[in-house]
């Protein structure tokens, strides 16, 4: 079966080879760190990680780069409303978001480049550019001659007449006014210090580097001259993402990257998301709720990740649920693996179930159908949720104890794919027996209420809650809700 990835430069998808057999290099554009991430940088983040735990699963090593920019107005602005310093305030929310989206189960990346470590390749950058004539200096500030580059608009398709400066709302348009451009699509790549403001000595003189030749310089110091996937949200095509192209192809003669990729944007309630609309959400009010972080990840994964991701509550609680049908399956081996007398529980690569492996690489082959690979998910779940009720009413299940084995270890193997685990299994079998009978009915029957009043974040808790303590809830069509202890 063979990988195909919708490339944003081709507009199709195409065939994935990599530059050398075996190996992906792959870069992400991270966070800028003023302020804590929100559902957006969720979205993202799940994505890409999602990205390349299917490559590692599919055999290839990935060497994946993901930046932090610490050094922009943003974060300046920041510092001065709190009376502190950039490299206080860039601390401060790097350590928050590895608080936040770890919890996301999001793994660690290879490397995480700082632009301030990177200022001597940032340098080294603009003066190739300079040198070329692709550059030019006024009064302290370096510009890209846009003009110049005869492919510039190729990744967004956008024409040079139509492009406007401050597209990315991070350009000082006061030099407009000031006349320093030769072209208003013209853009910083390095920028004169201001009073009061961090800079670094340079052959312009002291300053600090424009946002778009940050990536650049960083790809190419940490990653070389080509990679393999670019990744970033929709909003970096134009003009971050088209800018990068135009620095770095010119001074290598090579591509940036063979395959860009592009995440859809996240709305809320089918509006964009922002501080004055009152809808922003951030990923640790989100968790705080609580809602189960794996719920946040099934419900990324639940849309193609080129496609648009609406935040609703509806939208929550059908991935509650969802998660919920999931976590029963996760749970068969905890819950019934010494009944059916298993005497290795182990993950065996061997012992997986083949047909359900390929349906799920057919779909993950098809540029990353998570929608598709989830089906095959649901499909394990539901029918280890069926054996589990036979084992639990009937004492016996149709099945075969081995392929039930199987079966189990094929979800546990597929969900790790999609980072969907559960991180702290319930250990203490005999816990249940600190809640008495009469507390067990009345938590079952708060239960009851919260779902009748629609609050299924509240319902789901409760459910785990009891859960974690050996007691599991079956609900029966009537709407009652029957219990056992484990």
């Known amino acids: 079966m063979t990988l195909k990835i919708y490339n944003t430069l081709t507009r199709r998808k195409e065939t994935f080879q990599p530059l050398e057999p ?14 804590y991430c929100h559902l957006g940088h969720a979205r993202s983040y799940i994505v890409w990680d999602t990205v390349r735990r299917y490559l590692k ?8 780069l993901q930046n932090f920019t610490d050094i922009d107005d943003k974060i300046l602005n920041r510092a001065n409303a709190e009376n502190t310093s950039m490299e206080e305030v860039s601390q401060k929310y790097i350590q928050a978001y590895f608080e936040d989206i770890r919890r996301l189960n999001v793994i660690d990346a290879s490397e995480y480049p700082r632009v301030t470590e990177n200022i001597p390749a940032i340098h080294q950058l603009i003066a190739e550019l300079e040198r070329k004539n692709y550059a030019y200096a006024v009064e302290g500030d370096v510009y890209y001659q846009t003009e110049n580059f005869l492919k510039y608009g190729k990744l967004s398709g956008k024409q040079l007449e139509d492009m406007q400066a401050g597209a990315s709302g991070r350009v000082d348009l006061e030099d407009l006014s000031r006349k320093k451009k030769h072209k208003p699509s013209d853009f910083a790549l390095w920028k004169a210090a201001k009073p009061g403001e961090p800079a670094w000595e340079s052959p312009w003189g002291m300053g600090r580097p424009g946002w778009h030749i940050e990536c650049s310089a960083m790809i190419r110091a940490n990653l070389g001259e080509t990679i393999d996937i670019h990744g970033g949200g929709g909003d970096l095509v134009f003009p971050h993402h088209e800018n990068e192209i135009a620095q770095s192809e010119v001074v290598t003669g090579k591509p940036l990257a063979n395959y860009w990729m592009h995440n859809g944007m996240v709305t809320v309630n089918g509006e964009k998301m922002s501080k004055s609309l009152g809808n922003f959400t951030t990923i640790r ?28 509550e509806d939208a929550i609680s059908s991935a509650q649920n969802a998660w919920e049908t999931l976590k029963t399956g996760l749970l068969f081996r905890h819950q019934y693996g010494e009944k059916l007398r298993w005497k290795e529980t182990n993950l065996n690569p061997n012992e997986l179930q083949n047909s359900q492996i390929n349906s799920f690489q057919t779909a993950m082959n098809d540029d990353f159908n998570t ?8 499909e394990l779940a539901k029918k280890l949720r069926r054996n589990a009720n036979i084992i639990t009413h009937q004492g016996n299940t149709e099945k075969h104890t081995e392929k039930l084995k199987q079966m ?3 979800l546990v193997t597929l969900a790790k794919v999609f980072g969907l685990e559960i991180l702290s299994p319930p250990e203490n079998k005999n816990a249940s027996e600190v809640l008495s009978n009469a507390e067990i009915l009345a ?20 459910r785990d809650q009891l859960q974690v303590v050996g007691v599991n809830l079956i609900d029966q069509p009537n709407g009652e809700t029957r219990w056992y202890r484990e």
């Open 22 to 35: 075996g190996k992906v290099k792959m870069y992400c554009c991270g966070v800028t760190v003023y302020d």
């Open 408 to 410: 189990w270890q094929t």
């Open 285 to 312: 009010e989100l968790l705080e709720r609580p809602i189960d972080p794996m719920v946040i990840r099934l419900f990324v994964l639940q849309a193609h990740y080129r496609k648009p991701l609406d935040f609703t």
């Open 443 to 462: 938590l079952i029957e708060q239960r009851q209420d919260a779902r009748q009043n629609r609050n299924f974040a509240l319902s789901d808790s409760i």
């Open 371 to 378: 929608p598709g690979g989830l089906v095959v998910l649901f």
């Open 57 to 64: 699963f599919s055999g290839y090593e990935v060497h994946y």
